[in-house]
């Protein structure tokens, strides 16, 4: 039986006042053009909401406050033996102005 590592992350939904939404376009090798959420892994003794607003805030240059929990997700990558297990939060954009970061995406409300 193979071992997967476990790990635990987070996304954003990330929403303005005016219903738009805060979206990133891939523009690296791996799967560029396509649209994405925020997020990734929580970091040791990191809480999940402490998480989601360091990932929006590196990976877009906004702060956000994080308010539900609007889907779970899983995703296999059976090649590292790796299983995300992960939470989707709705979150409300604070203040800041979207920005291409070192992440290669450009990111929107749309």
Same mark, same amino acid.
């Given at each position: 039986?193979?071992?997967?590592?476990?790990?635990?992350?987070?996304?954003?939904?990330?929403?303005?006042?005016?219903?738009? %939404?805060? %979206?990133?376009?891939?523009?690296?090798?791996?799967? #560029?053009?396509?649209?994405?959420?925020? =997020?990734? %892994?929580?970091?040791?003794?990191?809480?999940?909401?402490?998480?989601? $607003?360091?990932? +929006?805030?590196?990976? !877009?240059? $906004?702060? @956000?406050?994080?308010?539900? $929990?609007?889907? !779970?997700? +899983?995703?296999?990558?059976? #090649?590292?033996?790796?299983?995300?297990?992960?939470?989707?939060?709705?979150?409300?954009? %604070?203040? =800041?102005?979207?920005?291409?970061?070192?992440? =290669?995406? @450009?990111?929107?409300?749309?």
């Amino acid at each position: 039986m193979v071992q997967y590592e476990i790990r635990v992350g987070v996304g954003a939904i990330v929403k303005r006042s005016d219903g738009k %939404l805060l %979206l990133g376009k891939r523009n690296v090798v791996d799967n #560029r053009g396509a649209w994405e959420l925020f =997020g990734g %892994l929580v970091g040791p003794n990191e809480t999940l909401e402490a998480a989601v $607003i360091r990932q +929006v805030r590196e990976e !877009t240059g $906004i702060e @956000i406050k994080r308010l539900s $929990i609007v889907a !779970t997700y +899983v995703r296999d990558f059976d #090649r590292k033996h790796v299983k995300n297990v992960g939470l989707c939060y709705l979150c409300e954009y %604070l203040s =800041g102005e979207e920005h291409i970061t070192k992440f =290669g995406r @450009i990111n929107n409300f749309m």
